[in-house]
Every structure is written in C-alpha cells, then in structure tokens.
C-alpha cells in the first residue's frame, strides 16, 4: 500500500519561501499575506497595464518606451496593449508562485482564480479570462534602473510568464515566472497592494492605476497632472478632461480606503500639482 503524503501547510510553505527569499540571489519572492498583492514599482508607476479602456482591437506594440525620461528607470515594451483587467490577473498569478521557487511550475484551477479576482465562473468569464493568459504570454519587457543600495546599474529583460500551460488530465492550469523575475522583487523595488482595494474600485481602470501608483510611494510627492495623464497611458486628449476624470477617480480611492480603515487624503493645487497622503 503506497503510503500518502500530507500536503505542506500554508505556515510550512511561507516559512520556506522567507528562507529562499532572504538568499543573497533570491529563488523565491518574498511573503505577503493572502489579502495582499505584490508588484515591481515601474510595472505600477507606467503604462505597461494602462488606465485606458481595453477595447476588442488592441495595438501590437514594438520596443515602446512606457516611463518618461526623468524616470529613475526605463521601461520597454514589446506585445499587446495591457490594460488594468490584465494587471489583475497578472497580479493574482504571481500572488500564486510565491509559494514556490521561481522557475518551478504553480497549478490552480480557473474556477477558484475567478473568485479570487471577485468575477463569475460562467463560459464567457473563462473564456475571457484565457485570452488574458495568452496576452500575458506573449510579451517582453525590459526594466532598467540603479540600485538605491550599491548604485549599480540592474537590469530585467524578460516576458511577464515564463511558462502557462493547461493541463488535461488533470484540469488545472500551470504557471511558470521567470526566476530573473526576482530582481524586480527586491525589497525597494516592489509594492504589496490592498487587494480588496482593486476589487472594490472595479472597472474604475484609472481609479486602479492611480490607486497602484501612490501605494508604490511611502511619501508621495506632488506630481502635475500633465505628468500623471503620460505615465498612465490615458487616452484622453484633453489635459482638462483628464483633470476631471483624476478628481473624480481620486475621490473613489478615497472612498474605498476610508471605508476599509485607511488614510487617503488628496487635492490638486492651483499649479496643478496633485497632493496625496496616505497610511
């Protein structure tokens, strides 16, 4: 009789990651909690998944510089328009291989994926779902930057998934990160976002890029709205209808912070600067 084996337990798994995680070459991303998602910084701070509207007909875009020149980082991109929806997904995917070193394969199954993202489990939901998988798939992006910490210059070049593959026997899918993913995970460099906070703001995509963007800053300092309408990637012409569209997606994060107990203050000045304070 073949003896069975318990599954490790959700402490064990953390516990080894925050082993693998404080090696100087990290083989695993650090811990977060369930009720959190963790992003590199410039994946958050640009429009490589913009605040614009997805629509059916998306743009291939080749070797697109995503982060303005003052940037401590450059961003470059090759593959389909990313918008917020997919940035949900991609975040709900690297939450699953935190658990396992980078490299290895994560399987899960659509059902469950779906409800952690709050959508339905129905047919278009699922089918929607893996056109997201295959956008996810085929891209490749390089992040550029100077280690606040040796003021080398770092680099990640690379596709957002290594590997994504359905498997048939078993009905689950599998997920692979690239391992050099780690460099964009280093303990300055990333972000853990409220997920409860993504799902309340809904289809309020600059709502959620603004959320991701001033929760990747401790202190956020004030920044022009002109400045904030070219590093989401908006496609609103107007820099006076953006204005508006920020007020009022400000006002929702807002809302949604205060009534999860948070600290979110914000206003825009007469210089048009945008203030925020948070905690």
């Not at 995680?21 to 959190?36: G, H, K």
């Not at 429009?47 to 401590?72: C, D, H, M, N, T």
């Not at 328009?81 to 199954?109: A, I, K, M, N, Y």
């Amino acid at each position: 009789m073949t003896k069975s084996v318990d599954k490790p337990s959700i402490e064990q798994l953390a516990k080894e990651a925050a082993e693998r995680a404080s090696t100087s070459v990290p083989s695993q991303l650090a811990f977060w909690s369930d009720e959190r998602r963790g992003a590199p910084n410039p994946v958050l701070r640009s429009a490589l998944f913009s605040a614009g509207k997805p629509s059916a007909r998306r743009e291939f875009l080749e070797q697109v510089k995503l982060a303005p020149a003052l940037a401590p980082y450059t961003v470059r991109y090759t593959g389909p328009e990313l918008f917020q929806p997919d940035l949900d997904v991609w975040l709900e995917l690297v939450h699953l291989c935190r658990l396992r070193p980078l490299g290895t394969s994560t399987d899960f199954q659509v059902r469950t994926f779906l409800k952690a993202l709050g959508r339905s489990t129905g047919k278009t939901d699922r089918v929607r779902l893996v056109a997201m998988f295959a956008r996810l798939r085929a891209t490749s992006f390089t992040v550029s930057w100077v280690d606040p910490t040796t003021k080398k210059h770092r680099m990640y070049m690379g596709g957002l998934l290594d590997a994504l593959a359905f498997d048939q026997a078993t009905g689950r899918w599998r997920v692979v990160l690239d391992p050099r993913i780690a460099e964009l995970f280093a303990p300055t460099q990333h972000t853990w976002l409220q997920a409860s906070a993504r799902r309340a703001l809904g289809k309020g995509y600059l709502a959620k890029w603004l959320h991701g963007y001033f929760s990747s800053h401790a202190k956020p300092h004030p920044i022009r709205v002109a400045a904030l309408l070219e590093l989401s990637g908006s496609a609103t012409g107007q820099l006076r209808d953006f204005r508006q569209n920020v007020r009022a997606a400000l006002a929702e994060v807002a809302r949604v912070e205060t009534a999860e107990g948070r600290r979110f203050e914000w206003h825009i000045d007469d210089e048009d600067l945008v203030h925020v304070r948070r905690a």
